[in-house]
């Protein structure tokens, strides 16, 4: 490859966020990836949107390229789940503090404002061991994955979301999980040299 090719390529993967990709049971509008560029997704009959339906291509830290907010997701209508927005809110299984059901499946993403951070402090927290879980990503590990009797500690994601997933099993129901989720101001610091 020529230094001009790799300069190129380089400056390309540089300034464009790339195709997000479609998602199931949703449509993408769109086909510019590059930074300043715009896309839209919707879903098809008898699904809803959860998280923002118009994603914006943004420069990040370290001079590259990244969509503002997580893709969405379609939602069956009357499926549990949803999107949490604002500074602080609070989110619990199905029913809780009665059991929640089986062969639940559920899915919310909490958003704030980008270049924001959110902190998911657990109240409550009762999952049939090894069988009942709930799988939280956006934070520094690919996904924490949360089951049985004890609370577990705070998550402090790594960008503007979170989004959890809740999964029951055929049989053997507990009270569940309660959180409070609050979004911190990231609040770069400035420092001079004397």
């Known amino acids: 490859m020529s230094l001009l090719s790799h300069f190129f390529l380089h400056n390309l993967f540089l300034h464009t966020c790339g195709n ?20 839209r997704y919707s879903c098809i ?4 949107l959860e998280g923002h339906a118009m994603l914006t291509c943004i ?9 503002d907010f997580p893709v969405p997701f379609c939602r069956a209508e009357g499926a549990c789940g ?46 049939e061991e090894g069988y009942d879980f709930l799988e939280i990503s956006g934070t520094e590990a690919p996904s924490i994955w949360l089951t049985g009797m004890n609370l577990p500690s705070p998550v402090i994601s790594s960008k503007n979301w979170l989004r959890l997933h809740f999964t029951s099993d055929s049989n053997h129901r507990r009270k569940g999980f309660n959180a409070q989720f609050q979004g911190k101001k990231c609040i770069e610091v400035g420092y001079k040299s004397i």
Do not use: M
């Open 82 to 127: 949803g999107t949490l927005r604002g500074t602080s809110g609070i989110i619990s299984s199905p029913h809780f503090p009665s059991e929640y059901e089986n062969n639940a499946d559920c899915t919310w993403t909490i958003l704030a404002e980008p270049g924001d951070t959110i902190a998911l402090v657990f109240t409550d927290f009762q999952l």
């Open 45 to 48: 009959s008898g699904y809803i």
């Open 59 to 67: 420069v990040s830290p370290g001079n590259g390229a990244s969509w």
């Open 20 to 39: 997000p990709g479609e998602i199931p049971k949703g449509v993408l509008h769109g086909t510019r990836f590059n930074i300043g560029d715009k896309i």
